[in-house]
């Protein structure tokens, strides 16, 4: 990494400061929360989609979405059954922040939900420095990424609790090696729990269905 | 967009009278010069090397591959045929600048090439903001990504002179509107040239052959 200069260090560190309380925030109503990042297209929404109609009868969910430009993804997260879809629009900011994260908490009455669903900006690099405050930071990949990304954004791979390989419907259409992914993802995050799956086929929603429902329901 | 701090306008001013300085030393060489920007996974390295084989008796051609680590995407060009390939890691940044465009160049004899592809880091945002002082910026949209990235990253599709959109060999696996896609375009870069693709078949990539060798042989 770079040598970083004062400036950006100072954010970070206010960040990370921001992030922590928004954490205990979470933590205190009791709210599982998700930081899920993603490249641009590899199904970040279309998880939250397949994920809602799976949990509302189980979950009060609330999904926040982090864009851009435009509310097409917090549309699709209320129109798949979230009670509560908010969106943030960055303003051509590349990543959301804990300073962002605590605007979109400040709408929601948190102990109405048990679980949040963050959306962030789609981007394999900055969303990875900016910590939100959220209990998992879950990154997807996808089939038709690649499957070079573990070695090229090893900041993002590193730094997640889990890990969700999207689109495995498409495998029989492109290169992917698998096993040359799954090393590159085991040197940089070992034993890094995955969920390979098709948000379009519903194939391997179950397991992260399942890991999600656990961990909101401690 | 939000409003800069006037420290990220004064970097931006400062890049951009590089990314002149850049552009008059190929243009004086006679290098055209492509600035190839894309989400992870989208293409890029693959475009040059379906690019190379096809150009490389007709045109001297250089490559320089920004990304975040490793030296895996200028092996690759090398491999297809550039006559020189420099990596250029950016250690942790999530796009090239024109003065790392101005140290690759640094270590060229310019006046021996025709043709100078330049991939960008992989990121939708963040390179759209810096010019590196190339002729042209191309953007690579990918089929799996999905349809409405242009409305979800406009400052991108905004910005730039091509538009190839690649794996269309995947259309009959994912669901992609093609309309609402050429909409969405066509609202922020009215009639920008586009060269719809697939790496993997080859099918398409006549017509950007003969666009990159009308441009480099002028």
């Known amino acids: 990494m770079t040598q970083r200069i004062p400036v950006v260090e100072n954010i970070l560190n206010a960040n990370d400061h921001l992030a922590q309380e928004n954490h205990t925030r979470l933590e205190s109503a009791g709210v599982f929360s998700i930081n899920l990042m993603a490249s641009p297209g590899a199904g970040k929404t279309s998880l939250i989609e397949q994920t809602l109609p799976r949990l509302k009868d189980k979950l009060r969910i609330a999904a ?8 097409l993804d917090s549309d699709r997260a209320a129109a798949a059954g979230a009670l509560s879809s908010i969106q943030i629009n960055t303003g051509g900011n590349c990543h959301l922040d804990a300073v962002m994260l605590r605007g979109a908490l400040d709408q929601l009455q948190l102990n109405q ?17 900016f910590k939100l405050g959220t209990h998992k930071s879950v990154l997807i990949a996808s089939i038709p990424e690649g499957d070079d990304k573990p070695y090229k954004y090893p900041g993002m791979y590193r730094g997640v609790d889990a890990l969700i390989i999207n689109k495995i419907d498409l495998l029989p259409y ?9 090393r590159g993802v085991e040197s940089l995050n070992p034993g890094v729990i995955t ?11 179950d397991a992260w269905i399942n890991w999600l429902l656990q961990n909101s329901t401690k």
Chains 1, 2 share one sequence.
Do not use: H
């Open 174 to 182: 492109v290169s992917f090696r698998m096993d040359f992914f799954q």
């Open 195 to 205: 969920f390979p799956l098709s948000c379009r086929t519903g194939e391997g929603m």
């Open 113 to 129: 939900y048990d679980l949040l669903l963050v959306e962030n900006v789609g981007n394999l690099v900055c969303p990875a420095e």
């Open 64 to 71: 926040i979405d982090g864009d851009i430009a435009t509310s």
